[in-house]
């Protein structure tokens, strides 16, 4: 049974990150012996619309859905208007939240022509058994439950919407089972116009709420 669960939500990047440069490019740990940037701005649709926002609404209605199955949701950060957290706090998080699955949200920026569709990046090779079997399976839920809801697999990234990384901090570091979806190419036409429509916002969240919710049972 999800009742008693918890989740944490990552919502990507933050709304106050483009003026606070010096902030958000401090160095901090980021797992496997590496410092990167603290934070970053994130993309934006070839019309303004930019990746804090779309993660921070998709987010949002993904903690609803949750929240009314009983599932305790954290979020990451508390609003669209700060800076950062670091990547480093943002794994810390999931860790200290104890967190059942922890889940960031993203959107990619390709200028490839035709590049779209979603992927899902996960921590290979694994660092901990969190990140062993655990996020395997988070990660393929998440993929299943974006497919089944009609969402196209990258043409461009990973292999059949899944990815894995070894340079990504926040998945380096959790010690929790955890996931990070890029849910579409906000460069490429058709996917900026699922993004940036509340109806396309909802489309997204109710498929990955639903993913979660198959984790945990
Ligand atoms: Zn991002």
Same mark, same amino acid.
């Given at each position: /049974?999800?009742?008693?669960? *918890?989740? @944490?939500? &990552?919502? %990507? !990047?933050?709304?106050?990150?483009?003026?606070?440069?010096?902030? #958000?490019?401090?160095?901090?740990? $980021?797992?496997?012996?590496?410092?990167?940037?603290?934070?970053?701005?994130?993309?934006?649709?070839? $019309?303004?619309?930019?990746? !804090?926002?779309?993660?921070?609404?998709?987010?949002?209605?993904?903690?609803?859905?949750?929240?009314?199955?009983?599932?305790?949701?954290? /979020?990451?950060?508390?609003?669209?208007?700060?800076?950062?957290?670091? *990547? &480093?706090?943002?794994?810390? *998080?999931?860790?200290?939240?104890?967190?059942?699955?922890?889940?960031? #949200?993203?959107? &990619? %920026? +390709?200028?490839?022509?035709?590049?779209?569709?979603? !992927? @899902?990046?996960?921590?290979?090779?694994?660092?901990?058994?969190?990140?062993?079997?655990?996020?395997?399976?988070?990660?393929?839920?998440?993929?299943?439950?974006?497919?089944?809801? %009609?969402?196209?697999?990258?043409?461009?990234?990973?292999?059949?919407?899944?990815?894995?990384?070894?340079? =990504?901090?926040?998945?380096?570091?959790?010690?929790?089972?955890?996931? =990070? #979806?890029?849910? %579409?190419?906000?460069?490429?036409?058709?996917?900026?116009?699922?993004?940036?429509?509340?109806?396309?916002?909802?489309?997204?969240?109710?498929? #990955?709420?639903?993913?979660?919710?198959?984790?945990? +049972?």
């Amino acid at each position: /049974m999800p009742g008693g669960k *918890v989740v @944490v939500l &990552d919502p %990507g !990047h933050n709304g106050g990150n483009g003026s606070h440069t010096a902030e #958000i490019n401090k160095q901090v740990p $980021a797992g496997r012996g590496q410092m990167k940037p603290c934070n970053t701005t994130g993309t934006a649709t070839n $019309a303004g619309y930019e990746e !804090h926002a779309f993660t921070w609404d998709v987010a949002n209605r993904v903690k609803d859905e949750l929240a009314a199955k009983g599932i305790k949701v954290v /979020m990451t950060r508390p609003n669209d208007t700060g800076v950062g957290p670091c *990547v &480093d706090q943002r794994a810390a *998080v999931g860790n200290q939240a104890k967190a059942d699955a922890v889940v960031s #949200i993203h959107a &990619d %920026g +390709s200028d490839s022509a035709g590049a779209h569709g979603f !992927h @899902v990046a996960y921590s290979n090779p694994p660092l901990n058994a969190a990140q062993g079997a655990p996020s395997s399976k988070l990660t393929h839920d998440l993929r299943d439950g974006l497919k089944a809801a %009609g969402f196209a697999t990258s043409t461009y990234i990973g292999t059949d919407g899944l990815s894995p990384r070894a340079d =990504l901090g926040g998945l380096n570091l959790s010690e929790r089972p955890s996931a =990070l #979806i890029e849910c %579409g190419n906000m460069r490429n036409a058709g996917d900026a116009g699922t993004m940036s429509s509340s109806d396309g916002r909802q489309k997204y969240a109710d498929a #990955i709420a639903k993913a979660i919710m198959a984790y945990l +049972s």
